[in-house]
């Protein structure tokens, strides 16, 4: 249909990538206004700086007969929520930070800055840091694993996840040439309007497989921001996780979750289901940059080698003026 080809023209004039307004159930108007406001989301949560104290309970459920005989073979507790994880997370614009304390009371520390990401560790509280992993960022190279798992594992997925989809920032999701969008509408939830957008994102990057989702649906509220109320997906390895936000605190205008509560089922694997609940409980507001540099943990500044291209490239430059200036020289006294 020729109108429908021009709308298409008109939208990548005014920069929508078309491979996110594909399906015949979108309300256009809608999904622009989600992707202006993801942008927006962006540059807010780079000015977040908060810390707070996140515990993860991990519930094991059996809706059938099935399934309970299926898990009193591993003689796993039903219905009984178990404290599975600990932790204290960090945002400070755009540094990370992650601190776990074990019941041996080892501490380890997982911090990302503008310059460079360290892990510590010590066994005890009184003994000294151990640096196992120290990495320089904005070298153009691939950085380790361990650096991208912080960021959307801890950050993403708990403190941030109102404007994240799982591990990705919303901002992120929608720019993505593998997102496409299936149905944008609007929904009543609980008595509410919210605006809910399916779509898939089946990314074929090896390294990214827990990005690829499929089926996958959420909730935004156009009355705070879009934020992200519920979201659901199908993941690459087939299992089915569902998640449920609810919010508390504000820091600089932007609302923290409180609660994230999430269902996993694993159809293909097992009859049973988890409830996970995530509480997080904000302990301060306005961070100090220090405690995301080495010195704060009794280091010294590290001094990273300059790349051996830079450093060659530096010095022809300089071999090259004194040339120059030896030239020159000679030409005058010849002229003398």
């Given at each position: 249909m020729w109108w429908r080809n021009?709308?298409?023209?008109?939208?990548a004039l005014f920069g929508v990538p078309l491979s996110i307004c594909q399906g015949n159930d979108v309300d256009r108007e809608l999904l622009n206004r989600f992707r202006r406001a993801s942008a927006d989301m962006r540059k807010a949560v780079n000015r977040l700086s908060f810390d707070a104290r996140c515990e993860?309970?991990?519930?094991?459920?059996?809706?059938?007969?099935?399934?309970?005989?299926?898990?009193?073979?591993?003689?796993?507790?039903?219905?009984?929520?178990?404290?599975?994880?600990?932790?204290?997370?960090?945002?400070?614009?755009?540094?990370?930070?992650?601190?776990?304390?074990?019941?041996?009371g080892e501490q380890q520390f997982f911090v990302k800055n503008d310059a460079y990401a360290f892990y510590l560790h010590r066994s005890q509280p009184?003994?000294?840091y151990a640096i196992e992993f120290l990495e320089q960022l904005d070298t153009g190279g691939s950085y380790d694993a361990r650096i991208e798992e912080l960021e959307a594992n801890n950050v993403n997925a708990i403190v941030l996840a109102g404007y994240c989809f799982l591990y990705i920032p919303l901002a992120d999701l929608v720019e993505s040439p593998a997102f496409q969008v299936k149905h944008v509408g609007i929904v009543q939830v609980d008595g509410e309007e919210l605006v809910r957008i399916e779509f898939d994102h089946l990314t074929d990057d090896p390294q990214r497989k827990r990005n690829r989702y499929s089926d996958a649906w959420m909730h935004c509220d156009?009355?705070?921001?879009?934020?992200?109320?519920?979201?659901?997906?199908?993941?690459?390895?087939?299992?089915?996780?569902?998640?449920?936000?609810?919010?508390?605190?504000?820091?600089?205008?932007?609302?923290?979750?409180?609660?994230?509560?999430?269902l996993y089922t694993a159809p293909k694997i097992s009859k049973a289901a988890k409830r996970i609940v995530i509480s997080v409980n904000v302990l301060q507001q306005d961070i100090p940059d220090a405690e995301f540099y080495l010195p704060h943990y009794g280091f010294p500044k590290p001094r990273f080698q300059r790349p051996w291209f830079a450093m060659w490239f530096w010095y022809a430059v300089v071999g090259i003026a004194f040339c120059g200036i030896a030239i020159g020289l000679k030409k005058y006294y010849r002229r003398t």
């Open positions: 021009e709308w298409l023209l008109v939208l993860r309970t991990e519930e094991v459920l059996a809706p059938s007969d099935e399934a309970v005989a299926e898990v009193q073979k591993h003689n796993v507790p039903i219905g009984k929520p178990e404290l599975k994880l600990s932790m204290r997370i960090a945002v400070n614009r755009t540094m990370r930070l992650k601190e776990e304390i074990s019941k041996g009184v003994k000294k156009p009355a705070r921001g879009w934020i992200l109320r519920e979201c659901g997906t199908t993941l690459f390895h087939g299992g089915v996780i569902e998640r449920k936000i609810a919010f508390g605190e504000v820091n600089g205008g932007i609302p923290i979750p409180k609660t994230i509560t999430a």
